[in-house]
């Protein structure tokens, strides 16, 4: 069946990663893959225009079906694929509602990471001023103060919906982001110990997880160092 699959993908992208992990936990490796550069303007190409017209990743194609957003794909697959690899929608309506209301948190934890890490290359140099670098950082600052509660509430060593879920697919690639961008080798030394601990231990518990170790980011395994853009959050 996943030779049926195809997917256009963008690395360090937590939209492309969602998918990637999805697919490897329903055991749907074998699937085509191919790696775009967001640096060279590939995902505004016309191969990746023709099966999403917003150019963007990742594209994703199962036979004639086409799913572009991330979120629906990993859906799409959960539901199609429910008898093969890992449940990722739980049994019980209260984990249902958790899994549900996380994922779709977790949209907004990339929106507001997105705001940060890519102010510099999505407004014009003309139009960039202090205050909304400042209040782009205040806002995911409060963002990951109120994941650090959430995370509160989690019992130790468990995920966001009690077993791993699609939650934990939607949310990880951008805690990892922000772990990344905060400088992995000094930074995450800080979150762990004083302001992010809850989310540093989510981190330490999801890392080594073979579908996420899998699917890691080519870039950050040769570079493991990571970022300072965060380092003042």
Same mark, same amino acid.
């Given at each position: 069946?996943?030779?049926?699959m195809s997917?256009l993908?963008g690395?360090?992208?937590?939209?492309?990663?969602?998918?990637?992990?999805t @697919?490897?936990?329903?055991? #749907?490796q074998?699937?085509k893959?191919?790696l775009?550069s967001f640096?060279?303007?590939?995902?505004?190409s016309q191969?990746?225009?023709?099966?999403?017209?917003?150019?963007?990743l990742?594209?994703?194609?199962?036979g004639? !079906?086409? =799913?572009n957003?991330s979120?629906?794909?990993? =859906?799409?697959l959960?539901?199609?694929?429910?008898s093969q690899?890992i449940k990722l929608?739980? /049994?019980?309506?209260?984990?249902q509602?958790a899994m549900y209301q996380?994922m779709m948190?977790?949209?907004?934890?990339t929106?507001k990471?997105n705001? %940060?890490?890519?102010? /510099?290359?999505? $407004?014009?140099e003309?139009e960039r001023? /202090?205050?909304? $670098?400042k209040?782009n *950082?205040? +806002? #995911?600052t409060?963002?990951?103060? #109120?994941?650090?509660?959430y995370l509160e509430n989690?019992?130790?060593?468990?995920y966001l919906a009690?077993a791993?879920?699609?939650?934990? %697919? !939607?949310?990880f690639?951008? &805690?990892?982001c922000?772990f990344?961008?905060?400088?992995m080798m000094c930074f995450?030394f800080? @979150?762990?110990?004083g302001?992010?601990p *809850?989310? +540093?231990?989510y981190?330490?518990? =999801?890392?080594n997880?073979?579908s996420?170790?899998?699917?890691?980011p080519?870039?950050? $395994?040769?570079?493991?160092?990571?970022y300072d &853009?965060?380092?003042?959050l």
């Amino acid at each position: 069946m996943a030779k049926l699959m195809s997917l256009l993908w963008g690395a360090g992208s937590p939209p492309c990663w969602r998918v990637m992990i999805t @697919l490897e936990e329903k055991k #749907l490796q074998g699937y085509k893959r191919k790696l775009l550069s967001f640096e060279k303007g590939e995902h505004k190409s016309q191969e990746v225009l023709e099966v999403n017209p917003r150019g963007q990743l990742p594209a994703f194609k199962h036979g004639d !079906i086409i =799913l572009n957003e991330s979120c629906a794909t990993c =859906l799409y697959l959960e539901n199609q694929f429910k008898s093969q690899g890992i449940k990722l929608i739980p /049994d019980s309506a209260d984990d249902q509602a958790a899994m549900y209301q996380h994922m779709m948190e977790g949209l907004a934890l990339t929106d507001k990471l997105n705001s %940060v890490i890519y102010y /510099d290359c999505s $407004v014009p140099e003309e139009e960039r001023h /202090d205050f909304a $670098v400042k209040r782009n *950082k205040e +806002a #995911l600052t409060a963002e990951l103060k #109120l994941w650090e509660g959430y995370l509160e509430n989690v019992a130790a060593g468990s995920y966001l919906a009690g077993a791993f879920s699609l939650a934990d %697919v !939607i949310v990880f690639p951008s &805690i990892a982001c922000a772990f990344r961008f905060g400088n992995m080798m000094c930074f995450l030394f800080r @979150l762990s110990v004083g302001r992010y601990p *809850k989310l +540093a231990k989510y981190y330490s518990l =999801l890392k080594n997880r073979a579908s996420i170790k899998t699917t890691w980011p080519p870039h950050w $395994v040769a570079s493991p160092q990571g970022y300072d &853009i965060l380092k003042d959050l």
